[in-house]
């Protein structure tokens, strides 16, 4: 897990290198889509699939029980695809509204800060499930070092990149990422594969938000 924002750095170079190849033939709003839709297939949809079962399972007033075993359940119900449609657009929306000149900085960062968001939460907070599942490896094996490593990993891309807006852009997904712990950690009693994916994509969206707002 300390490398996740390596992992997140290289996802950007490829957005980036999809961004060049498609902008010399369409236009910027199609390419934006497009960039967004390679993100979504070179991960498998990973994230996105953890996302919308994490809204199927806060979906209405359940136990801790029901909502992991909504969570855990692979069909999707209608609050995961309008969450992820809207998911989707927010995404889209936001990077269609930053400058051409800030664009590729936001589409390095932003894997990079999605992937680190990950790491806090599977060291800091306890595994759900009573059972085996995906982030059960991470809880059980992520502590302080990988925190440490993967942070200055990703600070130091964020503050090579946007200098001190960096260091806000940071700071603001560490306080998203450790929220939605302490939420879960209320709710269910700790974190899951399909929370980490969650707070993948959304600390991706809070990054377009800051640096496009």
Known sequence: MACFPLVGLFLGLVLVAVRYTFGYILS???????VI???VIITG???LDGFA?????????????????IMRDSRIGAFAVVGIALLLLLKTTTLTNISLLMKDKALLLMPVLGRWATVPLAAFFPYARCGPGTALAFTRFAGIQEVIIASVIALSVAVGLFQFEGLVIFTTVAAVSLLLGFFFKARIGG?????MGAACEVSEVVVLLVIGG
């Open 28 to 34: 910027p709003s199609i390419v934006d889509i497009l």
């Open 53 to 69: 079962d994490t809204v199927d399972g806060l979906a209405g007033r359940n136990d801790r029980e029901k909502t992991l075993a």
């Open 191 to 195: 974190v899951t594969g399909d929370i």
């Open 37 to 39: 839709a390679a993100l």
């Open 45 to 47: 949809a990973l994230h």
